[in-house]
């Protein structure tokens, strides 16, 4: 492997978990350290739709394009083009943020914006995974704040629909979910922590994939 | 005041809805899941045996909003959906439907109105019955919406707000 070439605003590793897409087609050659944000380590073009998990597997190839940055309270997420929908109604859930007790007129509470920020992550996370895998994306869900502070996020394809709603345990901040094929057939239902991509939760939500 | 009464399954009861948890779909209108999160004693309705549809509008339009005294919720930010009862106690993990009359006094304070058709819907808070709701109000949007021109009872709640508590609403509800 070439020696690596670092170059703004990657110069240091990326932090582990972060998952982001490659682009096809940049080489050190044609590589524009304004416009591409990469890390040039070899000459080689990529194929398309190959994702990476990590710094480690990142070094394997030679190059990163990020195109979308989303804001995430105090922190940012880079996702790249094929994730533009989803970016998009990401963004428009940030008002959620701003809503004040009652909002509903009723007893609703404020959004916690620690569970907003986890659901969205976890659909970052979960979104690109499933691309990863199969290289097809999972509809934009709906993203609605629930009365109680928490988050839903919800499917209806045409075979399959999905709820998951996000909300405070005692040890951290749970993605409690249900899904079928309609009509209770082949339902999923339980709970998972957020803090990593479920294999078995990733692998039913592809049925969610246009 | 009031007894609680048996509530048959051919009967149906209102759920006023906030318009953020409704979705507008081809021309229909359902409350999305997140609407049907529960409280913790439940989910409150009414009774169409005991209130109509109009009466709906006016008991919140007559409701001041949460730990406030001086502010009413606003009756125009709200549609109501109507659910069958029998749909209701068939869902599994729902665990009953219960008239709840609410009575407060006579009258009841100013901003907090008596109800005579309340009702607590008892489930816990669990996805797939949220899920199987929202669906139902989908499915059947053309029986569970209930349009209603609620411009049309502007006067009528002006007037009433300026009589409070001195109207059947924080009575008898004798009309």
């Not at chain 1, 922590?193 to 078995?200: G, R």
């Not at chain 2, 901003?111 to 008892?122: C, D, I, R, S």
């Amino acid at each position: 492997m070439a020696t690596p070439v670092y170059c703004e605003p990657y110069s240091q590793p990326l932090p582990s978990g972060y998952w982001i897409s490659l682009s096809h087609g940049i080489t050190q050659q044609n590589y524009n350290p304004v416009k591409d944000k990469i890390k040039v380590i070899s000459g080689k073009s990529l194929p398309s739709g190959i994702h990476l998990q990590s710094h480690r597997k990142y070094e394997e190839f030679e190059g990163i394009r990020t195109d979308i940055v989303i804001e995430l309270v105090d922190e940012h997420i880079n996702i790249s083009e094929p994730f533009g929908r989803l970016a998009k109604v990401i963004e428009q859930s940030k008002f959620f943020l701003d809503l004040e007790p009652g909002w509903d007129e009723e007893n609703a509470l404020t959004i916690d914006p620690e569970v907003w920020k986890t659901a969205i992550k976890f659909l970052i996370h979960y979104s690109i995974d499933i691309f990863k895998n199969i290289d097809r994306l999972i509809e934009e869900p709906e993203i609605s704040p629930c009365k109680d502070g928490t988050i839903d996020l919800s499917w209806r394809t045409s075979r399959s629909r999905m709820l998951i709603n996000f909300r405070k345990s005692e040890d951290g901040i749970r993605a409690y979910y249900y899904g079928d094929f309609y009509n209770n057939k082949q339902p999923i239902k339980g709970w998972v922590n957020t803090n990593t991509v479920d294999i078995y939760l990733s692998m039913w939500m592809r049925n969610l994939a246009v | 005041m009031w007894p609680k009464e048996p509530i048959p399954d051919e009967d149906h009861v209102y759920r006023h809805c906030h318009y953020t948890d409704v979705i507008k779909e081809k021309r229909l209108r359902f409350p999305n899941e997140a609407h049907f999160k529960p409280y913790s004693d439940g989910l409150s309705v009414n009774w169409d045996k005991k209130i109509s549809l109009k009466q709906v509008f006016i008991l919140l339009g007559l409701t001041h909003k949460p730990n406030q005294n001086v502010d009413f919720k606003d009756y125009k930010q709200f549609q109501v959906f109507k659910f069958p009862i029998k749909l209701l106690r068939g869902i599994p993990g729902i665990e009953s439907v219960e008239h709840d009359p609410v009575f407060l006094g006579n009258p009841s304070p100013k901003g907090k109105p008596n109800n005579p058709a309340h009702t607590l819907v008892k489930y816990p808070d669990d996805e797939e019955i949220r899920m199987t709701l929202s669906d139902y109000s989908r499915e059947n949007s053309t029986e569970t919406y209930c349009p209603f021109d609620v411009n049309s009872l502007n006067a009528e709640i002006e007037e009433l707000r300026l009589r409070l508590p001195d109207v059947p609403y924080n009575k008898d509800w004798i009309m």
